[in-house]
């Protein structure tokens, strides 16, 4: 068992930023792939972002891509999530999920474990 812990989540300016946490406990960390999930009210979940077990490899959306930075210390069994330049359209929870799958195959199908979640919400 992998239990996942997001923190950092609030309430900020659009062009604003906020950095995400997940703290894992359980199993070994470093042996999952990582993501960052989100759900915005009234749609699906939705792909973030997603980094490799050595974090030498990271992945986004389009719709973040330029402005988000995932990565890891697996020394603290941590995963990061930075969000620069935030939009309104970026509010939603976000959930950090790890993957059994390779990083650049990380979509809900293949999540292993799951966050609850941390809103973020940005005002415009």
């Known amino acids: 068992q992998v239990q996942l812990v997001e923190s950092g989540g609030g309430l900020v300016q659009a062009g604003g930023s906020l950095r995400l946490s997940c703290a894992a406990s359980?199993?070994?960390?470093?042996?999952?792939?990582m993501g960052w999930f989100r759900q915005a009210p009234g749609k699906e979940r939705e792909f973030v972002a997603a980094?490799?077990?050595?974090?030498?490899?990271?992945y986004y959306a389009d719709s973040v891509k330029g402005r988000f930075t995932i990565s890891r210390d697996n020394a603290k069994n941590t995963v990061y999530l930075q969000m620069n330049s935030l939009k309104p359209e970026d509010t939603a929870v976000y959930y950090c999920?790890?993957?059994?799958?390779?990083?650049?195959?990380?979509?809900?199908?293949?999540?292993?474990?799951w966050g609850k979640g941390t809103l973020v919400t940005v005002s415009s």
């Open positions: 980094i490799s077990r050595n974090g030498g490899s990271t």
């Open positions: 359980g199993r070994a960390f470093s042996g999952y792939a």
């Open positions: 999920a790890a993957s059994g799958a390779p990083a650049q195959a990380m979509s809900i199908r293949v999540i292993n474990y």
